[in-house]
């Protein structure tokens, strides 16, 4: 309610379950609705003669509700684990690491709007979505360990005959990595002549 008691007045109280007023009166359990808040009301005969009444509710019937998500309990936990140092270095990392998965969904795969409608063809989208980036990021693994194999031996190749030699090879490896990349565009141009 607007110029109100704060929400952070009405505290919950696990034991008992109910939630307590800011005039320490018990708000009692009544239903779950359908969206997963249990609802606490308070006594319409104790509200009636609350000196604070005109800041908790305005109802005719001089009951007050407070919701309460099922969840909430464990929105909780998460909360307060978020601020522990540990959790709090790996929330930091989430936005290299996961939050960046759907920034290249987004952007690199079409995924800003679905062509699908209804739950179960926009989920079978998705996978097949999440598949090919599963995929592309399997080759490109690959193709890095290939690379880094072939970098590495040639490197222990040249240290083991020659360790003064072993000085010139980061320009060798620099050439090598340059021709690799021209073959590369050479290749994807030719694909794209013949289609």
Same mark, same amino acid.
């Given at each position: 309610m607007k110029g109100g008691h704060e929400w952070w007045k009405y505290v919950y109280d696990e034991y008992y379950d109910c939630v307590l007023c800011p005039e320490s009166q018990p708000l009692q359990y009544a239903t779950t609705n359908r969206d997963g808040y249990r609802e606490y /009301? *308070?006594? *319409? /005969?104790?509200?009636?003669s609350c000196p604070t009444r005109h800041l908790c509710t305005h109802s005719k019937g001089c009951v007050k509700t407070v919701q309460r998500h099922v969840w909430k309990d464990y929105e909780d936990l998460a909360d307060d684990a978020r601020y522990t140092p540990r959790y709090r270095d790996l929330y930091a990392r989430r936005k290299e690491t996961i939050e960046r998965v759907f920034a290249d969904a987004k952007e690199k795969h079409a995924m800003r709007y679905t062509q699908y409608r209804g739950l179960a063809q926009v989920t079978n989208w998705v996978k097949l979505k999440f598949a090919a980036m599963n995929l592309k990021k399997l080759a490109r693994w690959k193709w890095n360990a290939r690379v880094l194999s072939v970098r590495s031996f040639l490197f222990l190749s040249i240290y083991a005959q020659n360790p003064a030699a072993a000085c010139c090879a980061a320009g060798f490896f620099d050439r090598l990595r340059l021709r690799l990349s021209n073959r590369r565009s050479l290749f994807q141009k030719k694909q794209l002549y013949l289609l």
């Amino acid at each position: 309610m607007k110029g109100g008691h704060e929400w952070w007045k009405y505290v919950y109280d696990e034991y008992y379950d109910c939630v307590l007023c800011p005039e320490s009166q018990p708000l009692q359990y009544a239903t779950t609705n359908r969206d997963g808040y249990r609802e606490y /009301k *308070s006594n *319409s /005969k104790i509200c009636a003669s609350c000196p604070t009444r005109h800041l908790c509710t305005h109802s005719k019937g001089c009951v007050k509700t407070v919701q309460r998500h099922v969840w909430k309990d464990y929105e909780d936990l998460a909360d307060d684990a978020r601020y522990t140092p540990r959790y709090r270095d790996l929330y930091a990392r989430r936005k290299e690491t996961i939050e960046r998965v759907f920034a290249d969904a987004k952007e690199k795969h079409a995924m800003r709007y679905t062509q699908y409608r209804g739950l179960a063809q926009v989920t079978n989208w998705v996978k097949l979505k999440f598949a090919a980036m599963n995929l592309k990021k399997l080759a490109r693994w690959k193709w890095n360990a290939r690379v880094l194999s072939v970098r590495s031996f040639l490197f222990l190749s040249i240290y083991a005959q020659n360790p003064a030699a072993a000085c010139c090879a980061a320009g060798f490896f620099d050439r090598l990595r340059l021709r690799l990349s021209n073959r590369r565009s050479l290749f994807q141009k030719k694909q794209l002549y013949l289609l």
